[in-house]
């Protein structure tokens, strides 16, 4: 039984980087989707498709800088049995501003420094650099 679905995606994500896999099939969901379409915007992944059916699929292409992934870490924050919240003054420091944090907030999934440009708090999803 799969308790944390996202937890799962990052670290299908992680695993498959480090095996210099291309790309990443998942069970496709809107939180997914939305960390997903964040990661492709930050440069992290070269493509994501959603593919119909039932269940639908998730397909994510993992970006490479010749034989290096673009991802260097990807860590799950806020876990279902401890949950992270933070102000919008106190959203977190990724490497020094070099990485980025997915935050859920009230207007929706964004990075971190985005939530900070809106006045925005919320759930810390994960980290990524």
């Known amino acids: 039984m799969m308790t944390d679905p996202i937890a799962d995606m990052l670290t299908n994500l992680r695993n ?9 099939t998942l069970v496709n969901s809107k939180v997914k989707k939305a960390i997903a379409d964040i990661f492709l915007r930050l440069g992290f992944l070269d493509a ?62 964004m990075t971190n420094k ?3 440009e809106n006045g925005l708090g919320g759930e810390i999803i994960c980290t990524i650099y």
Not at 57 to 70: M, R, S, V
Request: hydrophobic share 35%.
């Open 16 to 24: 498959a980087a480090r095996a210099r896999k291309p790309s990443v």
């Open 48 to 109: 994501v498709e959603v593919e119909a059916g039932t269940p639908s699929k998730l397909h994510l292409k993992i970006k490479f800088y010749g034989k290096e992934p673009a991802i260097n870490a990807v860590d799950r924050v806020s876990k279902p049995g401890h949950r992270v919240y933070k102000k919008r003054d106190e959203m977190p420091r990724v490497i020094n501003d070099y990485g980025y944090a997915v935050v859920s907030t009230s207007a929706g999934i």
């Open 114 to 116: 985005e939530a900070e």
